[in-house]
């Protein structure tokens, strides 16, 4: 099982950036393909983002696709969320996952093999 843990979470002002991180233990880390979820207060948990386990191919939401970038770097053991342009219904708790080793892109939240614990980004207007 990998473990995760995101940084980077905070606050910003509509228009602003952030960058989130997720780092992760295991030597297994680098076959993964990695995603981004968010759950706003009285909403289920959304899909984000989802990067290849070779960060070759990544997936986005519609509501996010030009302004979120997903990427990982293996050797740091580390898949990083750079968010553009953020707007207030941006604001959730942002959850790193691992989703398994080689899995597709399109994926399932219960195909997830484990979860970070969250990082709160809140965008104001």
């Known amino acids: 099982q990998v473990q995760l843990v995101e940084s980077g979470g905070g606050l910003v002002q509509a228009g602003g950036s952030l960058r989130l991180s997720c780092g992760a233990s295991?030597?297994?880390?680098?076959?993964?393909?990695m995603a981004w979820f968010r759950q706003a207060p009285g909403k289920e948990r959304e899909f984000v983002a989802t990067?290849?386990?070779?960060?070759?191919?990544?997936d986005y939401a519609d509501s996010v696709k030009g302004r979120f970038t997903i990427s990982r770097d293996n050797a740091k053991n580390t898949v990083y969320l750079q968010m553009n342009s953020l707007k207030p219904e941006d604001t959730a708790v942002y959850v790193c996952?691992?989703?398994?080793?080689?899995?597709?892109?399109?994926?399932?939240?219960?195909?997830?093999?484990?979860w970070g614990q969250g990082t709160q980004v809140t965008v104001s207007s």
């Open positions: 996952a691992a989703v398994g080793p080689f899995a597709p892109l399109k994926v399932r939240q219960d195909e997830c093999d484990s």
């Open positions: 295991g030597r297994t880390f680098f076959s993964y393909t």
């Open positions: 990067i290849s386990w070779s960060g070759g191919n990544t």
